[in-house]
């Protein structure tokens, strides 16, 4: 089972609330929260830490139903971040890989310390923007590409 990234919340119980309305459409998925991991290893304060994530193949399954909830109550996805180019939920924060240490890590120290300025950055489109509230694009500017998975 592999599972990806489908969205980025700021908000534990919020990413509990979306797993478990996806999860009641039969769509399996798990919340990761990398809470603890901003606060202590990279001495930060949270932000974007919680993630929901599906396996692979649901993945345009469950944003085809983020859309359709949001076409039904337009505050319903305003607490999942999304990308203001291409509207994707395909976002991470901070920008830096995941994939290595030491280079994030020496990354979210020097923007601690102000000599780098951390942003969102969107793994479909590869857009990055400064850090605001949580906001989804319209629904109706909401392209097909959001329905597949980003590369990894």
Known sequence: MNFINLATVDNLSEAESLSLRLSDHGIPTRVHDERNMQRFLFLTKPKGYSYVQVQEQDYARAAALIQEWEAESPTFATHIFS?????????????????AFIVPLVLEWLSNIGLYEKQFYCRKCHATWPPRQPSSAPAAGMPASVLVPPPD
């Open 83 to 99: 990308c203001p180019e291409c509207g994707s939920f395909a976002v991470e924060y901070p920008q830096f890989t995941r994939k």
